[in-house]
């Protein structure tokens, strides 16, 4: 029987390499965006909240939480809060879209380009059900929820919930009897629990800082230059003046 595994890879392999960056970096936000709203999706309609899948033992859990605020649960005020948020990300997202349009006519490495469009996908990603979910879903408190459900969702725009299932507790145990505090608490590592949106900010980001950090470095040394360069153009042509 002929594999052709091998020859479907190399056809794609070969379909990328003619593709302009422009066109990689929308690829690769509509497909962090679908897998991440497919899973959300998934979530909302087959688990309640608290519900738990085991993947891997105690390792990997998908554990069906939901949080009102920022990435990895943490929270940010109340309704008027989560208004600033959205508005904050709104922002953020217009931002990182022009200057992604910026570095698409640029000499750079694409995978800086890549980088800042995993940024950009995690925060549509998560922005997507801040705006929506509380119109086309009910709670999920005690029940499935049910999309675009006849008695109309649990919120309002801006005011939906993100949805967060991956649960990594690597490492349980105690804290010493002798820690002030936090002594003969239960201890957790990894604690938060979030999602395929925020594994893409946070990717992207630690991708910038370990591999493009001299990137901006070297950029900001040219404006500096140039800005330099500037000042004294026109400090000669001041003094040139003068004297005439």
């Given at each position: 029987?002929?594999?052709?595994?091998?020859?479907?890879?190399?056809?794609?392999?070969?379909?990328?390499?003619?593709?302009?960056?422009?066109?990689?970096?929308?690829?690769?936000?509509?497909?962090?965006?679908?897998?991440?709203?497919?899973?959300?999706?998934?979530?909302?309609?087959?688990?309640?909240?608290?519900?738990?899948?085991?993947?891997?033992?105690?390792?990997?859990?998908?554990?069906?939480?939901?949080?009102?605020?920022?990435?990895?649960?943490?929270?940010?005020?109340?309704?008027?809060?989560?208004?600033?948020?959205?508005?904050?990300?709104?922002?953020?997202?217009?931002?990182?879209?022009?200057?992604?349009?910026?570095?698409?006519?640029?000499?750079?490495?694409?995978?800086?380009?890549?980088?800042?469009?995993?940024?950009?996908?995690?925060?549509?990603?998560?922005?997507?059900?801040?705006?929506?979910?509380?119109?086309?879903?009910?709670?999920?408190?005690?029940?499935?929820?049910s999309i675009f459900p006849a008695g109309g969702g649990y919120s309002s725009f801006l005011q939906g919930r993100v949805v967060d299932m991956f649960y990594f507790p690597l490492i349980s145990g105690h804290y010493p009897h002798w820690l002030p505090f936090v002594g003969g608490d239960d201890f957790i590592f990894f604690r938060p629990v979030f999602n395929l949106a925020d594994s893409s900010i946070t990717v992207g980001i630690t991708l910038i800082l370990i591999f493009y950090r001299k990137f901006f470095e070297e950029k900001h040394a040219e404006n500096k230059t140039d800005s330099e360069e500037n000042s004294g153009s026109e400090t000669t042509s001041g003094t040139g003046n003068k004297e005439n």
């Open positions: 029987m002929v594999n052709f595994a091998p020859i479907f890879f190399i056809l794609i392999r070969s379909i990328i390499s003619f593709m302009s960056s422009k066109v990689k970096s929308i690829l690769i936000v509509v497909l962090i965006l679908f897998l991440d709203q497919t899973l959300k999706i998934w979530i909302k309609t087959n688990m309640m909240l608290g519900d738990e899948i085991v993947i891997a033992k105690n390792w990997f859990i998908i554990h069906f939480v939901e949080n009102n605020g920022m990435a990895f649960g943490l929270e940010f005020g109340n309704n008027i809060g989560k208004y600033f948020l959205s508005i904050f990300r709104l922002i953020a997202i217009g931002a990182i879209g022009w200057y992604i349009t910026k570095l698409w006519k640029r000499e750079v490495p694409f995978g800086l380009i890549a980088c800042f469009s995993l940024i950009l996908a995690g925060a549509i990603g998560n922005i997507l059900d801040s705006a929506f979910y509380g119109l086309i879903f009910n709670e999920s408190y005690g029940h499935v929820a």
